[in-house]
């Protein structure tokens, strides 16, 4: 098991930007596959943002791609998500999560490691 804590969410204007972090505690972190998950109010659980284990391969969200860049640092065992030209549709708690080989990157039933998530609210 690994344990995941996001941080790096907050208020901000549209237009404007943030970077979320996912800390992994574990010697497994450089082995999973790591996604990122959003959840806004009354709607389910959604796909934004997943990552390979060695970061050579990207899965986008086709509302947050070209805007939202995923990326990790293994010696860190940290997961990003910068997220620019943020727009009040954004406005979810946002979920780091963990995979290994198996399963879909943008099915949220692949997953089985989760964080807490960080709340980000985009004001109009």
């Known amino acids: 098991q690994v344990q995941l804590v996001e941080s790096g969410g907050g208020l901000v204007q549209a237009g404007g930007s943030l970077r979320l972090s996912c800390a992994a505690s574990?010697?497994?972190?450089?082995?999973?596959?790591m996604g990122w998950f959003r959840q806004a109010p009354g709607k389910e659980r959604e796909f934004v943002a997943a990552?390979?284990?060695?970061?050579?391969?990207?899965y986008y969200a086709d509302s947050v791609k070209g805007r939202f860049t995923i990326s990790r640092d293994n010696a860190k065992n940290t997961v990003y998500l910068q997220m620019n030209s943020l727009k009040p549709e954004d406005t979810a708690v946002y979920f780091c999560a963990g995979k290994g080989m198996a399963g879909s990157y943008y099915n949220s039933r692949s997953y089985d490691n989760w964080g807490q998530g960080t709340r980000v609210t985009v004001s109009s």
């Open positions: 990552i390979t284990w060695n970061g050579v391969a990207t």
């Open positions: 574990g010697r497994t972190f450089s082995s999973l596959a």
